[in-house]
């Protein structure tokens, strides 16, 4: 477990890097893709099935 906090920390210190030169226009269009595949893994696990995620999936990104 302490070794997937450190990869997604890494990962998503190069992930935030690649995003400052970025504009809001393309954040916002990322944004919806990324929920738009949320919405269809939903769909494909069945009606009324949200996606559970796991504590270090919601490991926040600060800008």
Do not use: C, W
Request: overall charge positive; charged content about 25%.
């Amino acid at each position: 477990m302490l070794f997937r906090l450190a990869y997604l920390a890494v990962t998503n210190s190069f992930a935030a890097l690649r995003l400052l030169p970025v504009g809001d226009r393309e954040k916002d269009v990322e944004i919806l893709a990324l929920r738009h595949q949320i919405t269809v893994l939903e769909r494909q696990l069945g009606a009324n099935t949200r996606v559970r995620f796991a504590p270090a999936d919601r490991v926040p990104l600060e800008y």
